[in-house]
């Protein structure tokens, strides 16, 4: 009988650890909400961060990252410092646009091209 009764508690045990493997391929997939929200966190963590010139003039800041249909950054808008930090408004720019260089954002584009962009309306 104790032989049994082993053979029926490693039964019991592999049974039961069948859905935590299959819980760790759903994690290794990225098809929890563990990984949307440290997807989540990453896009919050974005915001706010400085955008300067190739010569390093900040131009402004990252407001928030705009996402495509497939959850992919599409694009951001920035808040573009205005004359002595007045007249800031916000403007749309293409994710190729901005490249990361350690503790910020450095744009493609100049000043002057930033400037002229049309105001990004929600």
């Known amino acids: 009988m104790p032989r049994r009764a082993l053979l029926a508690v490693a039964a019991a045990l592999c049974a039961a650890s069948t859905p935590a493997l299959a819980q760790d391929d759903a994690l290794a997939e990225g098809r929890t909400g ?12 974005v915001a706010g961060t400085e955008v300067q010139t190739p010569d390093g003039a900040v131009v402004g800041t990252v407001e928030e990252t705009l996402i495509d249909a497939q959850g992919r950054p599409a694009g951001y808008v920035l808040a573009i410092d205005g004359f002595l930090g007045i007249f800031d408004r916000d403007v749309q720019v ?29």
Do not use: G
């Open 34 to 45: 563990t990984v949307e929200s440290r997807d989540s966190a990453f896009l919050q963590a």
């Open 94 to 122: 293409p994710v190729s646009s901005l490249t990361w260089d350690e503790s910020h954002y450095v744009t493609k584009m100049t000043e002057t091209q930033l400037q002229n962009l049309a105001p990004w309306d929600e």
